[in-house]
């Protein structure tokens, strides 16, 4: 059983960073078909993307996110990250782990991340 695991949710200022962080207990990196991504949901609202990162290192962002958000790897086969700057209230959230594995994809359970004036 894959398991996806998020990690570095919490609250923040308006304004301020954070990094999210998502493991995987597979090795995600090696195979040029695999990807991960985060998506996000707020209260009420539908899951939405907003970034997902590529075997080839493409990228693509939520227009409501982009140059405030970057979705990166670290070096580690199974193991994408998200640093999220100038952060706003309307990102508040779940953010949830999507791994795409050779046609499959996996969810982590999210993390929650609350951002306040």
């Known amino acids: 059983q894959v398991q996806v695991v998020e990690s570095g949710g919490g609250p923040v200022q308006v304004g301020g960073s954070l990094r999210l962080s998502c493991t995987v207990s597979?090795?995600?990196?090696?195979?040029?078909?695999?990807?991960m991504a985060w998506y996000r949901q707020a209260p009420g609202m539908e899951r939405e993307l907003v970034a997902r990162l590529e075997w080839s290192g493409r990228s693509n962002y939520a227009d409501s996110v982009e140059e405030r958000f970057t979705i990166f790897r670290d070096g580690a086969n199974n193991r994408v990250n998200l640093r999220m700057s100038s952060l706003r209230t309307e990102d508040t959230a779940v953010y949830y782990c999507?791994?795409?594995?050779?046609?499959?994809?996996?969810w982590g359970k999210g993390t929650l991340v609350t951002v306040s004036s």
């Open positions: 597979e090795s995600v990196w090696v195979n040029r078909a695999n990807y």
């Open positions: 999507n791994v795409g594995l050779q046609g499959t994809d996996y």
